[in-house]
């Protein structure tokens, strides 16, 4: 028996709950009475993503999509597009809208993903050579060899408005340029594989999926700047990425793609590894350098800038993984091809590790100018549990979190900028209204007083102070001059810190600030958290209308809080309660809540 | 290997281009790529890998290729599988554990049907291309 069709009906919970099973058992029924039982086979998948336009179904192999399908539309989908052959426009999802999306974003090719740091992740074997050659892999190194000299090769990356994907986004072609700029001797290209943030994964999986693509990039770099050496500083937490990029080496040694006279063109570059122990600050570029020299890692004031001295005092370029990965790519295509992608001041694309309350967590590279409505709802297909959406956090600890207002800002570094936060190396973190965003600000914090290097007092003093604060204020005991004094502490650290981690290290603070005062107020002033995680500001209640008296409660509870007499309601003495909640879990009378 | 000179690079990739092309490597005519970053071998990639290559020497099926990449994007339903087999829609699962990727042998590359509830297809916004 062979199939020639395949119905595919989303069964995401989206779908489900605006009648996609009914659409199964319809297109069931309407498939038995026109004969194409056998021919046809009806399947429920995972969510498809585009929710909001759903229920969604796909008839395979055509590929065609119908969108918001009803019960009684299953009848002319089977009787035309499956029995004739012929596609249901009306169902089809709406050309003329995806037309206007294409002329607000002005990119003409417009798709919500679009893959070019990714471009052979999840496609090639990252452990064979051969995958990545047969992709046009090592193709960018024979153009930037054979073809171009260094200076042209530094234009084309200034031309094409390439930024730092690290997360400050500085251009790429200007850090080159300045490298290329000093007098001729050893230099080093460095690659800043110590992703930190917590929930960002993209770097990683980048390494693990196309390790051939870094080590490309880094030799035309290499070549650009006129260094012959380059290091790739990589955490010792991901030994599955390690052990890719020491094969992709091994295996572009022997093939003599790395190494002496690279394709006989008289250019030479070799690559190490060097590992990092998992400090946070070592991501810091100051920082890194002193790790991969031997030293502790603590960062050093700039000027000067590693392109001018950085590893062992030689100029020094240090670039992130994903904003190699997009090197080739960039030699390959040209310039003009990829400033055509993204917005005005930010090109190409941007890869998000999206994580939190949303129901497809993944990895995505979208084009940038996406907003994060279109990230959270078409991509990732909106909150899980049917939740509401609060905020997002993008940038990790060094970024801010972004409410609901701004779901329609086109995302770059210029505006993320603006709205408080930053683009960062790509964690996005979506928060829904059973989070509390004090208890978050207090996470982020934790986070960095944990890593702060301890070299420069506003950071090592500041942080640890503007925990103390939140800490204050999540047990209930904070004041309104907190809120004054956590300001200017926010404020002298983001201007007297000495590297990137202490400047930023109060983002989450003052975006927090800025958009939920009013939760702030709330801890403060009514000693109540919304969401109700900040545990010593819950309290539990017995309602005596409801109570009927049966001591279950008064038995559960393990700190003897409740006390009452045998069918005469209970109550909780606030001072024993130590807020387990076993005894509204316990009360078959819904007499007890918390609040 | 010996080194290559820039004409051996030329030839090389063009040869391995045709071959992935035609999706057929050494008379493999059906292809299953099994997602292993580490999110899909924490999530068990490993154990589902293991069952596909066993479920096929078991049945004795020679032109199934399994090969592995990286991360798929699909974080949220690994281990993740793509099954291509000739005349038949190219789809991805999500949550194949061992009995899920024995089904997919005996009922996918062999009974040439899709498997129930399984199937995360790519990201249907897709469908916004070119304009």
């Given at each position: 028996m062979a199939y020639e069709s395949y119905v595919l009906v989303c069964g995401g919970t989206a779908c489900c709950s605006?009648?996609?099973?009914?659409?199964?058992?319809?297109?069931a029924r309407e498939l038995e009475s026109a004969g194409l039982k056998d021919k046809v086979q009806v399947v429920t998948t995972g969510c498809l993503g585009f929710c909001e336009q759903g229920p969604i179904v796909k008839i395979l192999p055509q590929g065609t999509f119908y969108v918001q399908v009803k019960v009684?539309?299953?009848?002319?989908?089977?009787?035309?597009?499956?029995?004739?052959?012929?596609?249901?426009?009306?169902?089809?999802?709406?050309?003329?809208q995806a037309k206007k999306l294409v002329a607000e974003a002005n990119i003409p090719f417009y798709q919500k993903q679009y893959r070019i740091v990714l471009r052979n992740c999840g496609v090639i074997d990252p452990e064979k050579i051969e995958d990545y050659i047969a992709r046009d892999g090592y193709k960018a190194i024979e153009k930037v060899l054979f073809e171009m000299t260094p200076e042209q090769v530094v234009d084309e990356m200034l031309k094409s408005g390439l930024r730092g994907r690290g997360g400050a986004g500085f251009p790429t072609g200007m850090k080159w340029k300045f490298a290329q700029q000093q007098p001729k001797g050893q230099k080093y290209m460095v690659c800043n594989?110590?992703?930190?943030?917590?929930?960002?994964?993209?770097?990683?999986?980048?390494?693990?999926?196309?390790?051939?693509?870094?080590?490309?990039?880094?030799?035309?770099?290499?070549?650009?700047?006129?260094?012959?050496?380059?290091?790739i500083y990589i955490r010792a937490e991901y030994p599955l990425a390690i052990h890719r990029l020491q094969v992709a080496i091994q295996q572009a040694h022997e093939l003599g793609l790395l190494g002496d006279d690279i394709l006989g063109s008289g250019f030479s570059f070799d690559i190490e590894l060097r590992f990092g122990a998992g400090a946070f600050v070592c991501g810091e570029e100051t920082a890194l350098l002193q790790s991969i020299e031997g030293n502790r890692g603590m960062p050093k004031p700039r000027p000067p800038f590693p392109a001018v001295k950085g590893l062992w005092g030689r100029p020094t370029?240090?670039?992130?993984?994903?904003?190699?990965?997009?090197?080739?790519?960039?030699?390959?295509?040209?310039?003009?091809?990829?400033?055509?992608?993204?917005?005005?001041?930010?090109?190409?694309?941007?890869?998000?590790?999206?994580?939190?309350?949303?129901?497809?967590?993944?990895?995505?590279?979208?084009?940038?100018?996406?907003?994060l409505r279109e990230i959270i709802f078409d991509i990732g297909g909106g909150i899980r549990g049917g939740h509401k959406f609060k905020a997002a956090q993008t940038g990790g600890p060094s970024g801010g979190i972004i409410p609901e207002q701004f779901l329609d800002v086109p995302i770059d570094y210029e505006s993320l900028a603006k709205i408080g936060s930053i683009m960062g190396s790509g964690g996005l973190i979506v928060m829904d209204e059973t989070d509390c965003v004090v208890d978050i600000a207090k996470f982020y914090l934790d986070f960095t007083v944990d890593e702060s290097c301890g070299k420069c007092a506003p950071c090592r003093i500041g942080g640890r102070k503007l925990l103390n604060y939140l800490k204050k204020i999540t047990d209930g005991r904070g004041t309104e001059q907190d809120i004054k004094d956590m300001e200017a502490i926010c404020d002298a650290m983001n201007k007297a810190s000495l590297c990137g981690?202490?400047?930023?290290?109060?983002?989450?603070?003052?975006?927090?600030?800025?958009y939920f005062m009013d939760e702030y107020m709330e801890h403060i002033r009514d000693k109540k958290c919304r969401s109700g995680k900040c545990s010593k500001l819950i309290q539990y209640k017995i309602d005596p209308a409801k109570c009927k008296g049966c001591t279950m409660c008064a038995r559960k509870c393990p700190a003897g809080a409740i006390s009452g007499a045998v069918k005469q309601p209970h109550a909780i003495d606030q001072a024993k309660c130590v807020k387990c909640g076993a005894c509204e879990a316990t009360c078959k009378f819904g007499a007890i809540s918390h609040g | 290997m010996a080194k290559l000179t820039l004409a051996d690079l030329r030839k090389m990739r063009e040869e391995k281009q045709k071959a992935m092309d035609m999706r057929d490597s050494s008379n493999k005519d059906v292809q299953v790529v099994v997602g292993m970053g580490t999110c899909g071998i924490a999530a068990g990639a490993k154990e589902t890998f293991t069952a596909l290559i066993d479920t096929l020497t078991e049945k004795g099926l020679t032109n199934v290729l399994v090969r592995q990449t990286g991360c798929m994007g699909l974080c949220h339903s690994e281990p993740t599988v793509e099954v291509v087999v000739p005349g038949m829609p190219t789809v991805i699962y999500g949550h194949v554990d061992a009995a899920t990727a024995k089904d997919?042998?005996?009922?996918?590359?062999?009974?040439?049907?899709?498997?129930?509830?399984k199937i995360l297809d790519k990201p249907s916004v897709d469908i916004i291309k070119e304009a």
């Open positions: 605006s009648g996609g099973e009914k659409i199964v058992e319809a297109f009684d539309d299953v009848k002319e989908i089977v009787a035309e597009h499956l029995v004739k052959g012929r596609v249901v426009q009306r169902l089809c999802y709406d050309p003329e594989a110590d992703e930190g943030d917590p929930g960002a994964y993209m770097d990683r999986s980048t390494l693990e999926g196309d390790p051939h693509s870094i080590l490309e990039a880094m030799t035309i770099a290499g070549y650009a700047i006129g260094a012959s050496k380059g290091f370029v240090i670039n992130n993984v994903e904003t190699l990965a997009n090197v080739p790519v960039i030699i390959n295509k040209g310039a003009d091809w990829f400033s055509r992608i993204g917005t005005a001041t930010t090109k190409g694309t941007k890869v998000f590790a999206l994580t939190g309350k949303v129901n497809n967590s993944g990895l995505i590279e979208v084009p940038m100018g996406t907003t981690l202490g400047q930023t290290a109060s983002n989450p603070v003052r975006s927090t600030l800025r | 997919i042998v005996d009922r996918h590359i062999v009974g040439h049907e899709l498997i129930e509830g």
